[in-house]
């Protein structure tokens, strides 16, 4: 066998097992997520409210960049088959990462804001 042989081997079985795996792990933390940040006594906070849209973003994307991937494994690929899907795809996977970056930049911004500026030594690292 030779090592681009083993090499394919190795794709179609990360694929085949250990994306779901993650996409699993993660669509049931974003769940969480949305879950927790939905309720009314958290949308007071605006890190809870980015929190949440950070979420929002990561279901999305994660679902459009992983499950064509899997499911393209076994049978024909409809990204590749369809121009309109593929670049509906690319839009989606790139708004969803560039959203989710930029929130979580701000979330990231506004604690270590709060840290900064707390009298309380208990949220300064």
Do not use: E
């Not at 958290?42 to 929002?56: D, E, K, P, R």
Request: proline share 3%; charged share 10%; glycine share 4%.
């Amino acid at each position: 066998m030779s090592i681009v042989t083993t090499l394919i081997l190795v794709q179609q079985n990360i694929t085949r097992y250990i994306l779901p795996t993650m996409l699993a792990l993660g669509n049931l933390g974003n769940f969480i997520t949305i879950g927790m940040f939905s309720q009314k006594k958290y949308q007071t906070n605006s890190c809870s409210i980015y929190l949440l849209a950070v979420s929002l973003f990561s279901f999305i994307g994660v679902n459009w960049a992983i499950v064509p991937l899997v499911y393209a494994l076994d049978h024909p690929d409809p990204v590749s088959s369809s121009l309109i899907l593929c670049r509906i795809r690319g839009y989606i996977i790139h708004t969803c990462s560039m959203g989710d970056r930029s929130l979580r930049r701000t979330t990231l911004r506004r604690v270590h804001f709060v840290a900064i500026i707390s009298s309380h030594d208990h949220f300064v690292a």
